[in-house]
């Protein structure tokens, strides 16, 4: 039975390489997600092992969003025993101006700007001159070498620097630096200390202090005996050991990964299962071609167990051939994810790709696993047929019940229907999780009832598409809808991809309608100063503004960050009137925000408990209390969120260190030239750089253009299971055409011509096609609906449905169907009538 197998496989070459390719798609794309991930996550680790080299404890302040630890605290730590060494740092984030004036593009890294620590006072020397001078005076900076080659800058190069809280400085570059680990598009600059701490800090903080230990190995104490004695004598501070820092940033990059990894791994397990169901449909075939074959085998006294086995033995092969080549292509596909993401400019760090142990497991144990497994119903259901019956040439076109799993699937699906509705009906992570669990359980359904569900829509389908073609597209209709099974596997996985793509699709088109509603309905600005997130607009553009001749008015969103009863709480602070610049629907009370007044969303004064007139304690980072007034309650608006203080409540809460703004809005005053006036305005705000003048249209461009990034980078990833399908397609019509080889060759001995057989092979898979596309897209606008309304709380409010991207992708469904039939066709076109039909 092993050789019969074998031989088996050797014989069917074409149907072997469909097969193994089907099983290297799936493995590659599982072991490419463990490779890209695994490599990110060693050199983000590479990166923070460097963290306080040198240094044995570092004290920072209990809260990560504070200020800093007072400088003062300095002279208690110097003055502990076993203290040697004490370093301060301050730093922030920059941006870096080329010689032309422009900002330095640095993708999604960071640029940060911090102090110089000469040699004779660093705890760690991480960094190694490869030209020029460290600053020797406030003006003078010096640039990492990834840096330098980004922005184009060189020694002795003069050029600005934007600090967003205290506007453009001009520096000479003094020096370029190399670090151990260069990160993607960071820039790093460093300033003479005094200067970079009137930049960065308020003078009397610093972000952290490392220390350095007084030989503790000599005096048998560790890094954990300083940790206590510094924590002795500052209670209020936060006191780690330098292994524990390090531990705390790789831990905070692994969470942060984490999403990357199970995202990734998500799309790896989408491109296996429709893998899998390719398989599976092979194998069923497989055995349906060789029923008489097997029947034959069980005459001659083969048990069920030895033709059962023979199956899955070549599905062992399959497996074991596609899982090695799939793992190699693993590191390949790896190679082209990480460029493809490099084309968006994400700053992703560099370095050599991680191939670990586990990586290699996974893939095998996957790989054969699935093949495995996708091959033993069918192999069991081949042991089961009666070897008389099977020798039988009707037996071939007798198939199953299908009543029983159609039942099933319809019980299943009206479960999954359910808990999407029930879902759709809440907001936040369990109503989506809800929805996710009844998406699964619709698709098990469909998966379940697909066969059942193909005969009514391909005969539909068809009874209207193969018209025009006569005897031919009749035929094609009749051999689409005869083998349901088959048709419904084939189509599933041009389903399921299609159905991922939608459901992206609403989602996207539902974001992009959302801005597109805030705008147009909550702002009335002529314009709208925006800047990049992580920096947001710098502090003074809004004040020059108000200088421009022909403005009108002008206000300013703060971002706002305190704690309220001891728990973090996130709003804005508006500086100015909001008349005329964006619409706050104030329900109660007083629209003006002086003094100590908040004004909180109905949706807020309902789960918090505050109406007007209450007073809330508001605990900003550097530990000041201030209570404030409610004064009025406002409609839910994505716009402001939750609550806004006045601008006095503000600069109260928020260091000014801190400080920056959200947007500015920016309104005419009557008869003012617009034109003109955006001339005026980019003049005012040019020393801001970052600074993007923008009218509303435009600003609902900008947000469209990030959304359609990542969207693209999703489409990126997705586009490998359609490729799956489509191979799926073709590999399925191609094992159709052997399988039917004797009825090709009756129909060309009675007379069918060959342009005749390949136009009924394609319209069979523009059929097929089409029904996994119907479906699909069908169950992706469900989803996407259900997804959409657990998300109406952030701001996803208006449901679209991208109907122009639904009728393209329901074209480019019927096309691929045609394309994919190619090769099947030609196939069968070229069957000869003779041999074909002498064929035992």
Known sequence: MRKVSLRNLAAHKVRLALTVLSVVLGTAFVAGSFVFTDTLQRTFSSIFSDTAQGADVRVSAEDARSIGVPTSDAAVISALPDVAAVVPYVGGQIVVLDESGAAVQTGGAPTIGESYIPADRRLGDDSVFVAGTAPSAPGEVVINEGGASRSGLGVGDKTQVLVPSKGTIDVTVTGIFDTAVESGGYIGIQFFESQANELFSDGSHVQYYDVAGKDLAGSGKSQSDLRDEIAAALPDAKVQTADEVREEAQAEIEQALSFVNYFLLAFGAIALLVGTFIIYNTFSMIVAQRVRELALLRAIGASRGQVSRSVVLEALVVGVIGSAIGFAGGVGLAYGLRALLNAFDLGLPGGTLALEPRTVIVSFVVGIVVTVLSAYAPARRAAKIPPIAAMREEFASAGDSLRTRTLVGVGIGALGAAAVVVGAQSTGGAAAATVGAGAVAVIVAVALAAPSLSRPIVGALGSILTRPFGAIGRLARTNSVRNPRRTAA???????????????????????????????????????????????????????????????????????????????????????????????????????????????????????????????????????????????????????????????????????????????????????????????????????????????????????????????????????????????????????????????????????????????????????????????????????????????????????????????????????????????????????????????
């Open 490 to 840: 084939t189509a599933f996985a041009l389903m399921l991809g299609l159905m991922l793509v939608s459901v992206i699709g609403v989602l996207g088109s539902t974001a992009k309608a959302s801005v597109d509603a805030l705008v147009d309905n909550g702002i009335e600005a002529d314009y709208i100063f925006s800047g990049p997130p992580a920096i947001g607009v710098p502090t003074g553009a809004g004040e020059a503004a108000r200088s421009v001749a022909g403005v009108d008015r002008v206000a300013i969103l703060h971002p706002v960050s305190v704690d309220i009863d001891d728990e973090p709480a996130f709003g804005v602070a508006l500086e100015g009137s909001p008349d005329g610049l964006f619409d706050s629907v104030v329900v109660s009370g007083s629209p003006d925000l002086t003094g100590d007044s908040m004004a909180v969303s109905q949706s807020a004064s309902a789960s918090e408990g505050w109406n007007l007139g209450s007073v809330v304690d508001m605990t900003s980072v550097d530990g000041q209390q201030v209570p404030v007034t409610v004064t009025a309650i406002y409609e839910d608006s994505p716009l402001v969120g939750d609550w806004m203080i006045s601008n006095e409540v503000y600069q109260a809460v928020t260091p000014s260190i801190v400080r920056s703004d959200i947007v500015v809005l920016v309104g005419a005053a009557p008869g003012t030239d617009l034109d003109t006036l955006r001339t005026d305005l980019e003049t005012a705000t040019k020393p801001f750089v970052v600074v993007q003048v923008q009218d509303r249209e435009e600003f609902k461009g900008a947000q469209s253009q990030q959304i359609d990034t990542l969207l693209a980078v999703l489409y990126g990833l997705l586009a490998l299971a359609v490729v799956i399908a489509i191979l799926g397609i073709i590999n399925t019509l191609a094992l159709s055409v052997v399988e039917r080889r004797r009825e090709i060759g009756m129909l060309r001995a009675v007379g069918m011509q060959r342009p005749q057989v390949r136009r009924t092979i394609y319209l069979e898979s523009l059929l097929i096609a089409l029904f996994g596309a119907i479906v699909g897209l069908a169950l992706g606008i469900a989803f996407g609906w259900g997804f959409v309304r657990t998300l109406r709380d952030e701001g996803l409010s208006t449901l679209t449905i991208p109907w122009g991207q639904m009728s393209a992708m329901l074209v480019g469904s019927a096309v691929v169907g045609v394309l994919a039939a190619l090769w099947p066709a030609v196939r069968a076109a070229r069957t000869a009538p003779l041999e074909a039909i002498s064929e035992a």
